[in-house]
């Protein structure tokens, strides 16, 4: 009990800084960091999408960045055609305000998520990794090499999508937005552990034998997880695309697979904040020690490993002890 | 004669050249305790995946309450009443005791796509719960994770699991296994009672237990029945067979 209400009180802190950065750049003047922390958040977005995959069902994705490439590419199709006028479809318009792109996004993730969970969630362990690289692999060289929308040069989004009541080209209304969304998915996310679902989804992952022992189907509550962990992480990836206000191959890279994983260990597998304490750590890192040396993905390697040889809770887990279930 | 419960019928099954299960009938009625016995590496556990679904038999098939199970899944079957307790205790490591009940609870219940409802504020799972780690005396370990009871804990907790489904037949693989003889004496007597809510199947190398539940034994060994019939029967058997009986004691 003491151990949870810890860990309460880290998350709130956690809460509370990630909103009073941004607030403390903008009072100095200093849009920048606005913009950082902006990136914070819908990393730590996606991360909560990977958590629900990872933290909660112990499936180990390591192809996340096709539902946050796809989300991603919706965003910057839609809002290309909504700038040059073209349909996209026979009638389909496109559309620059993100709420509509946001459930388009998330739709088109949760499906593909359907489609590649189906065809691999039989498998385990590091098959199951391979698999998932494998499909984001197929998704990344699709738009390689695919010319209509920029192929390898990506695609710009000249103008930041709308959304009703905010100013998205400036950086405290983009900001304030993505954390909005990203507190709105940790109250999902929270719920959802709580629930039924959360508790199948959990015994699956720690004893499979012993949830089918007790009529629960590993299978669809898996495969349901894993359409909703997609779902977010396409949201983030819509959201990634108004902030960077660029699309490109890169968002489905492997690499960015393996940021998403790297974010959940750092910041404590399946644990509530874990994916805002990862993400922070990551920009953090990146925006430190990536203006050192441009090995700054080595130092981080060397936190990972760190992580995972001594604090296996990441920074949630160092400061809040382990997880209780009740 | 009432209908059996479970009723197998020439179930076969090997793994590569070994013949672990070979050409099973056997029935299970209303009210009985039909027990297992037989050396180790005679097929019991295996008999117990094959019955709960775990493992497809070659041939021959399996019918619960008069519907053939043979091709249904380890999930299906607990859902159609079939109840069981793993011969190691096989429990949601992280889970409390009371959680890991209120799983199978909810399971029972039909549920799993509850999304939002917490569950530590569902009564539906609460309260039952309390009462069925009631019954097998761990309500005072209610909140412990699983991982941190002591052994005989588990294998109670392990019994209470099934309990909670409710089930219409149990299958039990040596619940009194590492129990101790208090442990054991404390289950035997649970168990006897048990029998008026489901038949069960029990798999037990206590001859002490075996001898003072069961209304049937069956004898298995390299795979076969080799005897079966009421327990007076067997045990006279038995004392022709104490070498036998013997070689497996404290395995
Ligand atoms: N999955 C398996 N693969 C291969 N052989 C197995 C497997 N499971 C059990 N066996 C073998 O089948 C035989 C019966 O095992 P088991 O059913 O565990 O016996 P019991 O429970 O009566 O001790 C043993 O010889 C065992 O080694
Ligand atoms: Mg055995």
Known sequence: MAEMRREWIVNAVLAMALLIVPLVALWINEPFYVTLATRVAILALAGVGLNLALGLGGMVSFGHAAYFGLGGYVAGIMAHHAFTGLP????????????????????????????????????????????????????????????????????????????????????????????GVLMLALVFFAMLRAARFGAALMAIRQNPDRAAAVGISPFGVKLAAFVLSGMITGLAGAMMADLTRFVSPAMIAWQMSGELIVIIILGGVGRLFGPVAGAAILVAFEVIFGGITEHWQFFLGLILLGVVLFARGGLIGLLAGRARHG | MAEPVLDLRGVSKSFGALRATDNVSLTLKPGEIHALIGPNGAGKSTLMALISGKLPPDSGSIHFRGQDISRLSVAQRARLGLGRSFQISSLIPEYSARRNVMLALQARQGHPYRFLWPVMRDRGLMDPAREVLRRVGLEGRASVPSAELSHGERRLLEIAVALALEPRAFLLDEPMAGMGTDGARRLTAFLDKLRAEAPILLVEHDMDAVFALADRVSVLAGGRIIAAGPVAEIRANAEVRRAYLGEEEGA
Do not use: C, H, K
Request: charged share 5%.
């Open chain 1, 88 to 179: 996209m479809w026979i009638g389909v318009t496109g559309s620059n305000q993100m709420l509509w792109i946001w459930l388009w996004a998330a739709l088109l993730s949760g499906f593909l998520a359907l489609i590649i969970g189906a065809l691999s969630l039989r498998t385990s362990g590091i098959f199951f990794i391979m698999i998932t690289l494998a499909f984001a692999q197929m998704i990344f060289y699709f738009t390689l090499s695919w010319p209509a929308y920029g192929g390898e040069d990506g695609l710009p989004i000249f103008v930041r999508n709308q959304f009703p009541g905010l100013n998205t080209m400036r950086p405290w209304d983009m900001f304030i937005l993505s954390y």
